[in-house]
């Protein structure tokens, strides 16, 4: 019989935690390489905590790792993965028992996180320990999309962005597009108003860019605000490849369609779990 045990990731260096995720999310759904930056970016913006997050042991050899996120009374788990050759052997079912009773121990209320819709091991294994479905996270695409507009938009703080978000935004948003997370994103990424609409985006000077946030302030919702905003978007970064990951609220994909884009094959479940 061979030994599970779990030890603080804090413990281990960020180029080895960087290498273990990289080899636990072998033959994902994406492509996934963990370099340091990338860690340590996710690190800082999500507000992972590397004394609550796990390095998995079997025998005393690290064959998986577990992220765990902070905010308040809830956790999040930011990522794990489990090396190829550990999987499907109820390490995963283990580790995540293990990982809520110590959510619980820490006297937090809710643990969240998302996994891909087509992952099936990951939705049955989260499913199993008690986590439900709050809603569908559906990602986007459009490129080189042909808009004129006149409107001008008008440059902000990613900080002003990120209050209009934790003020106007709604209260169970997905950890990532939440007003905290949007507050630790940083130039080159770009934040946008028109009106009562908001965005934000990364690097406009490269082809692929990513639209990070929509919000329209309650007041003005309905008009096809984010639409004007989002075409004059389009006209003042001309040839790009506009990206929306699978992190949106089902509920918002109108917004994405009404400017033409196209629904992405990988969407998420949104999940939470009572502690
Ligand atoms: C998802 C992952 C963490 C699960 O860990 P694991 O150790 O394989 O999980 P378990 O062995 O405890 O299996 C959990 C359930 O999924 C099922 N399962 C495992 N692999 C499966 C597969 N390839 N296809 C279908 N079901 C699968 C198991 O049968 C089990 O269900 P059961 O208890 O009803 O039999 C692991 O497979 C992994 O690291 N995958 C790559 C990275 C990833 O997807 N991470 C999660 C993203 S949030």
Redesign the pocket.
């Known amino acids: 019989m061979s030994s599970l045990s779990l030890k603080p990731t804090s413990e281990f260096t960020i180029p080895f935690l960087a290498d273990l995720m990289t080899r ?2 072998e ?2 759904f994406v492509p996934v390489q963990i370099t340091e930056a990338i860690l340590l970016t996710m690190l800082r913006r999500d507000g992972v905590d590397l004394t609550a997050s796990r390095v998995l042991l079997k025998d005393n050899e690290a064959v ?1 790792v577990a992220l765990v996120a902070r905010r308040g009374w809830t956790s999040r ?1 930011a ?4 090396v190829s050759t ?9 580790a995540m028992e293990q990982l809520i009773q110590e959510a619980r121990s820490r006297g937090e209320k809710e643990m969240v ?1 998302e ?2 819709e087509q ?4 939705v ?2 989260y499913e ?1 320990v008690g986590f439900t479905k709050i809603r569908r996270l559906v990602g986007y695409k459009i490129e080189n999309p042909q808009t004129e507009s006149a409107h001008d938009l008008e440059e902000i703080d990613i900080r002003d962005l990120a209050r209009q978000v934790t003020y106007h935004g709604m209260k169970d948003l997905p950890w990532q597009l939440s007003g905290t997370t949007i507050m630790q994103h940083t130039p080159p990424s770009r934040a946008f108003r028109l009106n009562d609409a908001y965005c934000l985006i990364s690097n406009p000077e490269v082809t692929d860019v990513s639209i990070s946030s929509v919000l329209v302030k309650a007041r003005s919702r309905g008009a096809g605000l984010s639409g004007v905003l989002m075409r004059a978007l389009f006209a003042r970064f001309p040839n790009k490849v506009w990206h929306v990951s699978p992190i949106f609220p089902e509920e918002m994909s109108v917004i994405f369609e009404q400017v033409g884009m196209t629904r992405e094959t990988l969407s998420q479940w949104q999940m939470a779990l009572k502690l």
């Open positions: 636990g999310f033959g994902y998986g788990l990522a794990m993965g489990i550990a999987r499907n052997g109820g390490t995963g079912t283990w996180l996994v891909i992952n099936t091991a990951g049955k294994l199993k």
